[in-house]
């Protein structure tokens, strides 16, 4: 996971870098003054770090809560098992309504074709 979070990091820093801008030069035989400052919006700078702070933060957080848990384990295992039923009910609660969604798409399907395929009498 913290892989992850550095590889995020790095393709960020790719994405906020500002690029040279393009010179109009409408005649070629004239060369035109060169500009030796690249101009970067602030916005692109706040975002950038922004980001780059998100990332850095959730690194740190993971490694806390991992610590935690990895403690938790050792020490006091029954209470491991209510952390670790805590943490993964979104996960499981979201697995249920793609499961209910489904069902229900399919169900509709079903009915569909079953009055459509009846024909009246």
């Known amino acids: 996971m913290k892989s992850l979070f550095i590889i995020f990091l790095a393709f960020l820093s790719i994405t906020t870098f500002a690029a040279t801008p393009n ?7 004239v060369s035109a003054p060169r ?3 690249i101009v970067v919006p602030w916005k692109t700078v706040a975002a950038g770090g922004a980001a780059a ?10 490694d806390g809560v ?7 384990a050792k020490e006091k295992p029954e209470v491991f098992a209510d952390t670790l039923s805590v ?11 793609v499961f209910l969604l489904v069902y229900y798409w399919i169900w509709r399907i079903l009915i569909r074709r079953t009055l459509t395929s009846n024909p009246k009498g």
Request: charged fraction near 30%; avoid cysteine.
């Open 53 to 62: 702070g998100t990332v850095i933060a959730a690194y740190k957080v993971s």
């Open 66 to 72: 991992e610590e935690g848990i990895k403690t938790v």
């Open 87 to 97: 943490l993964t009910r979104p996960i499981r609660l979201a697995a249920l309504a």
């Open 23 to 29: 010179i109009h030069r409408p005649n070629r035989r």
């Open 35 to 37: 500009k030796t400052e």
